[in-house]
């Protein structure tokens, strides 16, 4: 989307945000992860590593948090809900908590962009265009779930000796030093799936694009799919659990409804949706 | 700004710098990736592709995960012949997942420090030497071994590489091939076959209602893990099941538990028996499926006993009971913490008999169908051929001993003097992909060929209900022209050795071709050699006929021995296997050095968990260097504090510490199997992993801990919500 | 390019970031585009507007000097004959060996240029070309859609020879031996080519 595209179309989908209405989008792009199946296993973050090109950083740069996992497997030892836990062990293990860029439909990182290289696309994604990044690190800074991570280095020197290198994945980019970059729910992906569909002269449809978290998590807890096709998986799951796009505050039916996002409350209007853990009390 | 070969970041620069001349910045610090200068690229087409092969275009071949003895099938996603990713295969047993040991495994075969030519040890250190000398140099030590002073020591091994082996090994008149994994279930195995009938019967997580686990950690690292997690999205769904895991430290499947039990290391069986006795006399089961034995042993475990052996709560155990009784159908594993000990098949054994109790015989434990094709399963390793071949090694029974897919010199605890009885060995030849330790002290080494460059098949076993013979393919040219697959050096040999029945195949894939079009006509289906083949290597796998098994029930011994203080070393040793380093063959992939340990979320580096009495008492923070040392040694790492962990174990993971195995794994990290005590369980001859009493002391060193960063607790924000199994039952529940 | 706001319109029921040009803006463009066109002059294609811009290419030398004029122009051979995976990948292709040879084994063999490439054949090896024309590795540029746009769905478009469409960007490789890049293949010039033909604009489409 060019500059052009950013001020002609600002205001309106803001607006379309709080109209509640997505109607002139060809797909939203959405997730929802389940986190009674979600074992933590870390599968879906490797998964990532291999698709996206992600280079290794090290233990010393990892340890500083300059680490770039785009999808980190975050683990919580604590469980408000289910009151406090002053027991001697943790009885109910851990909470398990994928976190990839949630793509907010109000993202708090593309206003702040001084060159505009994060923005939203007619996909429903926030894209981020290395091209134009000069590193500000404002981006990362806004975003209230920390899922921006920045190249301070150049690691194709270090991260791909021969033969590692001939793994590269040539549907994306190897990023060089000074450039934001983040979950991108696999647009290459998408690209590919939205290609062979017309080539095949028909629509998209469920299945045909899978990021590779998704696709590699052996309990099938993420599922991932388009928002604006009702025959989606995810959008069934959506409608299930009563989370719907454009509001801060869901008003469900039925309050016992294990679906919620993160953070909603911060007005971001994220495009993944969380099913409750659940544990026997 | 068309034409122009600045860009943007070294356009701000070059303005910075008061406009330097371009030339002189872009050179250095920005490596040029991109050269769009005209005829500065080359493209090279190719000579005559087959015709699904479209540049920029993805082809997918399937083929077979060799990282774990669970032999997961795979996709790999191949462009212009390279292969780039791996997916799970969704007709294989694992369906579409794969774990993150199977998707780094493309590490393994991209890595950089692969063995590319034949070694041979001249003057004390390894050279590459050419295969004709390699070959000549076994000529010379090896095929003039008498009969019976040959010996093989693999991992596990299946498929027509297994039946190969042992031709060999007929061929020389050796009996010995000691088949050993690090990470194994053989107590259980053990314990099945003698309660049930049936080593590996089909454990059915998806019919459970309830699962009590005593340590068996089945999403992460027990027998099939892929598989189970499917099983266990199932288990979780619908009506949903409850999870209780018994464990000294939290493994991965305990952090998914709804009931998460710290028991005393080894009291496990204990603990077992303690529950079958809360479910005789509280909860009105019936005993008569166990012999009175068996409740004349088990009426003596009041609450009041388990709980001062095992230091499990009485109302704890009234609470597991109460699940059992009342979740129905369900189903109890035991796994390493629980065997690793001198009474380990006692624990087993205990698990075992409250199944038998509760009825699951039959229900959630099906007979596994063994395949027709019985020279084909696996041949499924345990220590005890470590200790054998120790044995063996040290009496100097073998002139010449062949190493593949196992790596005893670095996980035998020093007390085995693994490296210094390999040693007595004349002659030692090392097969392998990397130089690990192993490798390093062999005689000769011979290059092996990755998963995803050879042909072979393979059989998990595991296999519980279908049997399937998975297939591996190259998915690319091999990446060094020296190395061979397995098969390929079998039949060399073979040929070599003037065995009849071998000299009409040129390689590995003729005989592999010829063994297919040899199968009976109901596994072909009335297809031909040809369409047979395509399928099964199209599919990944081949279908293979069953007999149908049958379960007895026969419980054993239940007695339990007492619990022992430990004296000078008072706290137990937990060596924990998690996904990241499994036994220590994964560290030298970066992406699962890189990826934090589940639990700990520790990467990069060893740590000893303890619990906070323990560091309360030790006074020692997050970070803090402590040595944990035993009767054999001692080992220092960084502490990690959590409540999930038994106040009197110290955990420390198993996979780092490694002296040789490349630039990632060499240096890093510390080796708690080295520190091991020479205790062995005493019925099945296993070695007990668990059995090591320690000491831990403070270094007064401290160093900022590896742990993905950020904080450990909600702070009150809903990132994890949580709600009760009533809740998710009335919302989405059966 | 920053346009200023009274030339852009806002479209209601268009997707968001494909909102259609004014007529205003239409003028403006052509009227630049007729500045800097030169050799604009054979895309003869009715109803297409192809991308301007030109570049001066340098001779890359070859392995073998490949002549288009005869397989394209004397011998009529159709552009996605040897370049067919075109229409159906990011890549167009260059030609794998064996179609060289599918004519080359009878036709012209005693050619030394025929000669070479046999012997690349014999010795089971593929010419290395040197790549003329290409795009920075972050440019995801597929072939397959706009030949679907130009090619094969073009609205109205009256495409006799579709050496026509590859000459927006390829230049008019008919009269070539080796090819030459005579388009610059800059952001510019694809961006545009797709202002004009209504091409998406999402930055996302081509950076990845």
Same mark, same amino acid.
């Given at each position: 989307m060019s500059l052009k595209n950013i001020l002609e179309n600002w205001s309106h989908y803001r607006r379309g945000h709080e109209e509640g209405g997505h109607h002139d989008y060809e797909h939203m792009w959405g997730m929802a992860i389940d986190l009674n199946k979600c074992t933590g296993c870390n599968a879906c973050s490797v998964a990532c590593y291999a698709e996206n090109n992600l280079p290794t950083v090290g233990k010393d740069r990892m340890r500083k948090g300059q680490g770039l996992h785009w999808l980190r497997m975050e683990r919580y030892w604590d469980e408000p809900e289910m009151g406090g836990d002053e027991k001697e062990y943790q009885e109910r293990g851990g909470s398990f908590l994928p976190m990839m860029c949630q793509h907010c439909n109000a993202a708090t990182c593309e206003p702040v962009c001084p060159v505009a290289a994060t923005y939203h696309t007619p996909d429903g994604l926030n894209a981020q265009v290395y091209n134009r990044c000069i590193g500000s690190r404002y981006c990362s800074n806004n975003c209230p779930y920390r899922l921006r991570y920045f190249n301070f280095y150049s690691y194709y020197e270090e991260s791909w000796p021969e033969p590692l290198n001939m793994q590269l994945n040539p549907d994306l980019s190897v990023r060089d030093k000074g450039v934001m970059e983040k979950c991108t729910f696999c647009i290459q992906r998408i690209r590919t799936g939205k290609d062979t569909a017309q080539r095949e002269g028909r629509e998209v449809k469920d299945g045909d694009v899978v990021t590779a978290c998704a696709q590699t998590c052996p309990t099938e807890a993420i599922v991932f799919g388009d928002l604006l096709d009702k025959d989606a998986q995810v959008t069934k799951l959506w409608k299930a659990q009563e989370v719907e796009l454009g509001k801060t505050k869901q008003d469900k039916s039925n309050g016992e409804l294990r679906g919620y996002r993160v953070l909603e409350g911060l007005n971001t209007d994220p495009c993944v949706m969380y099913l409750d853990r659940v544990r026997e009390a | 700004m068309s034409g122009s070969d600045i860009n943007r970041r070294d356009f701000l620069k070059f303005m910075g710098l008061g406009g330097v001349g371009a030339a002189t910045l872009s050179g250095c610090d920005m490596p040029t990736t991109v050269t769009l200068e005209e005829g500065k690229e080359k493209v090279v087409a190719y000579l005559a592709p087959e015709e699904y092969a479209i540049p920029g275009i993805g082809v997918t071949f399937a083929s077979t995960c060799q990282q774990c003895p669970s032999g997961c099938g795979v996709h790999g996603r191949v462009r212009e012949g390279r292969v780039l990713k791996l997916e799970g295969n969704p007709d294989a047993l694992n369906g579409k997942g794969?774990?993150?040991?199977?998707?780094?495994?493309?590490?393994?075969?991209?890595?950089?420090?692969? &063995?590319?030519? @034949?070694?041979?040890?001249?003057?004390?250190?390894?050279? @590459?030497?050419?295969?004709?000398?390699?070959?000549?140099?076994?000529?010379?030590?090896?095929?003039?071994?008498?009969?019976?002073?040959?010996?093989?020591?693999?991992?596990? #091994? *299946?498929?027509?590489?297994?039946?190969?082996?042992?031709?060999?090994? /007929?061929?020389?008149?050796?009996?010995?091939?000691?088949?050993?994994?690090? &990470?194994? !279930?053989? %107590?259980?195995?053990?314990?099945?076959? *003698?309660?049930?009938?049936?080593?590996?019967?089909?454990?059915?997580? /998806?019919?459970?209602?309830?699962?009590?686990?005593?340590?068996?950690?089945?999403?992460?690292?027990?027998?099939?893990?892929?598989?189970?997690?499917?099983?266990?999205?199932?288990?979780?769904?619908?009506?949903?099941?409850?999870?209780?895991?018994?464990?000294?430290?939290?493994?991965?499947?305990?952090?998914?538990?709804?009931?998460?039990?710290?028991?005393?290391?080894?009291?496990?069986?204990?603990?077992?028996?303690? &529950?079958? !006795? #809360?479910?005789?006399?509280?909860?009105q089961v019936d005993g008569k499926k166990l012999p009175q034995v068996a409740l004349d042993v088990i009426s003596q475990y009041s609450a009041d006993k388990v709980t001062e052996v095992s230091g499990v709560p009485g109302d704890t155990l009234v609470r597991i009971a109460k699940y059992l009784k009342e979740r129905s159908?369900?189903?109890?594993?035991?796994?390493?913490?629980?065997?690793?000990?001198?009474?380990?098949?006692?624990?087993? =054994?205990?698990? $075992?008999?409250?199944?038998?109790?509760?009825?699951?015989?039959?229900?959630?434990?099906?007979?596994?169908?063994? $395949?027709?094709?019985?020279?084909?399963?696996?041949?499924?390793? !345990?220590?005890? +051929?470590?200790?054998?071949?120790?044995?063996?090694?040290?009496?100097?029974?073998? /002139?010449?001993?062949?190493? =593949?897919?196992?790596?005893?010199?670095?996980?035998?605890? %020093?007390?085995?003097?693994?490296?210094?009885?390999? +040693?007595?060995?004349?002659?030692?030849?090392?097969?392998? =992909?990397?130089? /690990?330790?192993?490798? $390093?002290?062999?005689?000769? %080494?011979? @290059?092996?060929?990755?998963?995803?460059?050879?042909?072979?098949?393979? %059989?998990?076993p595991y296999q519980p209900k279908e049997a399937a013979i998975s297939m591996s393919q190259p998915l690319m040219k091999p990446l060094s022209a020296e190395t061979k697959s397995l098969g390929d050096i079998l039949l060399s040999m073979l040929k070599y050795q003037g065995v009849k029945g071998y000299d009409g195949f040129d390689d590995y894939y003729a005989y592999l071709r010829s063994e297919l079009n040899a199968m009976p006509g109901s596994v072909k289906a009335g297809k031909d050699n040809d369409a047979f083949w395509s399928a099964a290597v199209q599919k990944g796998f081949i279908k293979a006929p069953t007999k149908s098994g049958t379960l007895k029930v026969s419980v054993g011994d239940v007695k339990q021995g007492g619990y022992q203080a430990g004296g000078d070393y008072p706290m137990h040793l937990v060596p924990t296997s998690n996904q990241t380093m499994y036994d220590g063959r994964n560290a030298n992939l970066p992406w699962l050095q890189e990826a934090p340990d589940q639990i700990t979320k520790i990467f990069w580096d060893s740590w000893v968990e303890i619990h906070p009495k323990t560091a309360a008492k030790l006074g020692v923070k997050e970070g803090d260097f402590v040595r944990v040392e035993s009767d054999q040694g001692a080992i220092e790492a960084q502490v990690y504090i959590y409540k999930g962990v038994h106040v009197d174990a110290v955990a420390v993971p198993m996979g780092r510490g490694h002296e040789e195995y490349g630039r990632y794994a060499k240096g890093n990290g510390v080796n708690p199997l080295k520190i091991l005590s020479p205790a062995v369980d005493e019925k099945s001859g296993e070695l007990a992993t668990h059995a090591t009493r320690v000491r831990i002391s403070k270094t007064g060193r401290s160093e900022e801990l590896p742990r993905l960063g950020g904080s450990e607790v909600q702070v009150g924000r809903r990132l994890v919500s949580t709600v009760s199994a009533d809740v998710f039952r009335r919302t989405e529940g059966v | 390019m920053f346009v200023s706001n009274k030339f852009l319109s806002k479209r209601r029921g268009k997707s968001v970031g494909q909102g259609k040009v004014s007529q205003r803006l239409a003028m403006f463009?052509?009227?630049?585009?007729?500045?800097?066109?030169?050799?604009?002059?054979?895309?003869?294609?009715?109803?297409?507007?192809?991308?301007?811009?030109?570049?001066?290419?340098?001779?890359? @030398?070859?392995? &073998?000097?490949?002549?288009?004029?005869?397989?394209?122009?004397?011998?009529?051979?159709?552009?996605?004959?040897?370049?067919?995976?075109?229409?159906?990948?990011?890549?167009?292709?260059?030609?794998?060996?064996?179609?060289?040879?599918?004519?080359?084994?009878?036709i012209a063999t005693d050619k030394p240029r025929i000669k070479k490439l046999t012997e690349y054949w014999e010795k089971n090896e593929p010419p290395q070309w040197n790549k003329v024309h290409d795009v920075p590795d972050y440019v995801h540029f597929t072939h397959e859609k706009h030949l679907q746009r130009f090619v094969f769905n073009n609205e109205g478009m009256d495409v006799e020879n579709v050496s026509e469409v590859c000459a927006f960007c390829h230049g008019d490789v008919k009269k070539m031996t080796v090819a030459e890049k005579v388009k610059p293949l800059n952001m510019g010039f694809c961006v545009r080519c797709h202002e004009q033909n209504d091409g998406p604009s999402d930055c996302w489409k081509c950076h990845k």
């Open positions: - | 794969l774990c993150q040991m199977g998707q780094a495994s493309l590490q393994g075969h991209y890595n950089p420090d692969r &063995i590319t030519q @034949p070694m041979a040890r001249k003057n004390g250190a390894l050279v @590459p030497v050419s295969w004709e000398d390699a070959w000549k140099l076994m000529q010379e030590k090896a095929s003039g071994a008498t009969q019976g002073r040959s010996a093989w020591f693999t991992g596990t #091994v *299946s498929g027509h590489q297994s039946v190969l082996l042992a031709a060999l090994n /007929d061929a020389w008149g050796s009996k010995d091939h000691y088949v050993y994994e690090a &990470i194994n !279930n053989a %107590v259980g195995e053990a314990v099945n076959k *003698s309660v049930l009938g049936d080593a590996a019967p089909a454990y059915r997580l /998806d019919k459970a209602k309830a699962v009590l686990s005593f340590g068996a950690d089945f999403l992460g690292t027990w027998v099939s893990p892929v598989h189970f997690s499917r099983e266990y999205a199932k288990f979780r769904t619908g009506d949903r099941g409850v999870l209780i895991q018994v464990e000294p430290k939290m493994t991965l499947t305990g952090g998914s538990a709804d009931l998460w039990v710290a028991a005393r290391p080894g009291t496990e069986g204990v603990v077992a028996l303690g &529950i079958a !006795n #809360v479910l005789l006399s509280k909860n159908p369900s189903l109890v594993l035991s796994g390493e913490s629980a065997h690793g000990h001198a009474n380990g098949y006692q624990n087993a =054994m205990a698990a $075992m008999m409250l199944n038998v109790l509760l009825g699951n015989v039959g229900e959630t434990i099906e007979a596994s169908n063994s $395949m027709v094709f019985g020279e084909l399963k696996a041949k499924h390793g !345990n220590s005890k +051929a470590m200790l054998d071949f120790a044995a063996a090694a040290d009496a100097g029974k073998y /002139d010449v001993v062949f190493f =593949m897919g196992a790596n005893p010199v670095y996980t035998a605890p %020093v007390h085995l003097g693994m490296a210094e009885k390999i +040693a007595k060995v004349p002659f030692k030849v090392a097969l392998s =992909m990397f130089p /690990d330790e192993t490798t $390093m002290s062999a005689d000769l %080494v011979l @290059p092996l060929s990755s998963p995803y460059e050879e042909w072979a098949t393979s %059989v998990s | 463009f052509s009227v630049l585009a007729s500045v800097f066109i030169v050799a604009a002059a054979q895309a003869e294609v009715p109803n297409a507007k192809p991308p301007v811009g030109t570049h001066s290419g340098e001779d890359v @030398p070859q392995p &073998i000097d490949f002549p288009h004029d005869i397989h394209a122009d004397v011998n009529g051979i159709n552009c996605m004959y040897c370049h067919t995976y075109a229409r159906r990948s990011k890549v167009a292709g260059i030609p794998p060996t064996s179609k060289c040879m599918g004519c080359h084994s009878v």
